[in-house]
């Protein structure tokens, strides 16, 4: 049945019946409406479906009187019986007696006052009780055209009938009707109580609930069901009605998606921490320790390796993944006809899918004696530890013990790293003092602190590096904002000498420079980072940037692959915090950068810091941020200032045996 169906009158005496008490005399809920939907006049069994007395509804609309739901559909069907000289019928909802909604199908007629003559509308609920399925036609339609399916349960028979809806949700349903005990067989034992709850429930509608309920055809299914209790016809009998979603695909999609942004994050993680590792190895044992234990996990080997050159032959090793044994490699002259050498040699990675490809590419050059006895699918990534051109220093190799083919993506982000790994190497190799022009440049290139900061006391410390050049990467600077605001930040910048000087130079002033315009430290970073890899910055920086309201004490932070803050009271105690953000700056174009905002209390500091300060060779990074927080928490304790405090935790450092540069900038609020 349509939302209205219209059954013509044939002759006068038809379309217009006499208003009289004999129509409000039927067993069946009636009343008489003026044309604009009042109640003139209702018998007692519309008044109890409509949950009133008779004196209650008598001049109230008789759609204010139904759910809200259905007044849009009283005022259509009153309005087509008054019109279109036509019996107008239509399912409504009516409040019922209990929990349960009242469904019936009203009829509606014009008729004539015979005393006034004016015109008015009968209606009355017609007896469904031989065609219930009427009652049904609209949920049927409303379940279909909301991709749903539509099911009818019968408590006294405990029986389930399916109804129709989505024809993708009546294919799970091949039988008409299932038993109560055959749809619990089916349904997941860890979700069998959900649903007993469901079909139970004495509420008008249940909340959406999560089913796994396996079919026939194609196992199992997540379900995503509501029930609702409905009466059908005045006096009828109650049911359950559910509607169902299939969530199956959409979970697979959900889970899929969750899997690819966890992956990501991880890949993330380790790349930030692959970066900072790099940056901060002072010799070629630690860029050697970094490579083998972090490089095959990041790009998803199974082993790595790492050759350097000696008078002009490769000196490699490997770590405990890689099927190829190091003495195989060891001594092989750089001219020799294989991959290895060639990468080295020339510059140019090589990325080789198969063992098929490897033989088809390199057929005089057995880069293992037995190589030919590999697994097929072993696949091999060689990326050169120096540029075209320049001059060879080593390369490194990760292995895949599968069929492997390399992204674009992963191509650029190898050869990035290898760069990185390259220069960790140059830096190592290249330490020479210039000791009395070093000295100089980093005098100029150390800020000077703002001499007033209402309701802030900072203080900055600096020591060089205790091996080669007499200056470092390491550096702070504070200064205050258009708005007011206070910004802060420590970094280190790649490298020990007057190279490394001048990149962190460049990147304070380019910090400087966007912060007067982008005061937010996250877009900070995240421009930053955008102007160095743009400019093709050989180095990278990893940096911490705040942003402190001196009057609130509200402090916005983001980090770039620095070391965590340290965040002191006055009552002795102290914690790590640890900022959101991304990797270190001049690495990954397009890069984003998390902050957080929280607050600086009175009384209390915070504790920035570079690496050298709370990591060396005999000190973790988590014991050398515990001792540093708890030699600043002390010294508030003690009512220290900031320029006492910073002292503290610079003299602390020296016990960290770091040959790195350091630098402190302590922020206390008063």
């Known amino acids: 049945m349509k939302d209205d169906e219209v059954i013509s009158l044939d002759d006068e005496g038809e379309r217009q019946m006499d208003a009289s008490d004999e129509l409000l005399q039927m067993t069946t809920p009636s009343a008489l409406l003026t044309l604009d939907g009042a109640i003139r006049s209702l018998n ?16 109230r ?7 809200a739901s259905q007044l849009t559909a009283v005022k259509s069907l009153v309005a087509h019986a008054a019109t279109t000289k036509t019996v107008a019928m239509r399912v409504l909802e009516f409040p019922g007696p209990g929990a349960a909604s009242v469904v019936c199908l009203v009829e509606a007629r014009p008729v004539n006052d015979p005393v006034g003559g004016e015109s008015l509308v009968w209606v009355h609920s017609l007896n469904a009780g031989n065609d219930l399925g009427a009652l049904l036609i609209p949920f049927r339609l409303a379940a279909k055209a909301a991709n749903l399916g539509l099911c009818m349960y019968s408590p006294q028979e405990r029986e389930l009938e399916w109804l129709g809806g989505a024809p993708a949700l009546a294919a799970l349903f091949p039988e008409a009707s299932m038993s109560l005990s055959e749809v619990v067989r089916r349904v997941h034992p860890d979700d069998r109580g959900a649903l007993r709850r469901l079909v139970r429930s004495a509420a008008a509608r249940s909340p959406w609930i999560r089913l796994r309920f396996l079919t026939e055809r194609d196992g199992w299914h997540l379900l995503v069901c509501r029930a609702r209790r409905l009466i059908l016809g005045s006096g009828g009998p109650e049911r359950v009605f559910g509607v169902i979603r299939d969530d199956t695909k959409r979970e697979a999609r959900r889970r899929r998606a969750k899997d690819a942004l966890s992956a990501e994050r991880q ?40 050759a350097f050159i000696t008078q002009g032959r490769l000196r490699v090793s490997s770590d405990a993944g890689i099927p190829i044994p190091v003495a195989a490699l060891h001594g092989l002259p750089l001219d020799a006809p294989s ?29 293992v004696p037995y190589f030919d006895q590999l697994d097929s699918g072993f696949a091999i990534s060689i990326t050169s530890l120096s540029p075209i051109g320049d ?89 205050v904002m258009p708005d007011g605001a206070v910004a802060l930040e420590i970094g280190d910048a790649q490298g020990h000498d007057v190279d490394a000087a001048a990149f962190m130079g460049q990147v304070r002033a380019s910090m400087r420079a966007i912060a007067a315009h982008e ?31 001196p009057g609130d004490g509200r402090v916005t932070g983001a ?112």
């Open 44 to 59: 007692a069994a519309m008044a109890r479906t409509l949950g009133r007395s008779v004196e209650q509804c008598v001049g």
């Open 61 to 67: 609309g008789f759609g204010d009187l139904l759910p």
């Open 267 to 306: 890949r993330a993680d380790e790349i930030a921490a692959f970066s900072s590792a790099v940056m901060t190895a002072v010799t070629e044992q630690e860029v050697r320790q970094v490579v083998l234990t972090r490089l095959a996990a990041t790009f998803g080997g199974t082993g790595a390796a790492l």
């Open 339 to 367: 991959a290895l050498p060639y990468v080295i040699r020339t510059g140019e990675p090589q990325f080789i899918p198969n063992q098929e490809d490897y033989i088809r590419r390199w057929p005089h050059g057995a880069m």
């Open 391 to 479: 001059k060879p220093l080593g390369a490194w190799l990760v292995t895949y013990d599968s069929e492997h083919h390399s992204s674009p993506d992963e191509r650029a982000l190898m050869g990035t790293l290898a760069d990185l790994a390259g220069q960790a190497l140059k830096r190592v190799s290249l330490q020479e003092a210039r000791v009395e022009l070093a000295t100089a440049l980093q005098q100029t290139m150390l800020p000077t602190l703002p001499e007033h900061l209402p309701g802030l006391e900072v203080a900055a410390r600096y020591r060089p590096s205790r091996d080669g050049l007499d200056i470092g990467g390491d550096w702070y600077d504070a200064f």
């Open 519 to 549: 005061p937010g430290p996250a877009t900070v970073l995240a421009r930053t980072n955008e102007l160095l890899v743009t400019m093709g910055a050989a180095r990278f920086a990893s940096c911490t940037m705040l942003r402190i309201d």
């Open 559 to 670: 980090s770039a692959g620095h070391v965590p803050l340290l965040y002191a009271r006055d009552d002795g105690s102290h914690s790590i915090h640890e900022l959101p953000g991304g990797p270190v700056l001049g690495v990954v174009l397009g890069t984003e950068y998390g902050e957080e905002t929280f607050a600086l209390h009175e009384d209390s500091a915070l504790v920035m810091v570079t690496d050298g300060v709370v990591e060396g060779p005999g000190l973790t990074l988590e014991a050398g941020l515990e001792r540093a927080g708890t030699l600043a928490g002390a010294a508030l304790h003690e009512g220290l200032n900031a320029e006492e405090t910073a002292d503290r935790v610079l003299d602390a450092a020296v016990a960290v045996d770091h040959l790195d540069d350091v630098a402190v900038l302590v922020i206390r609020r008063a």
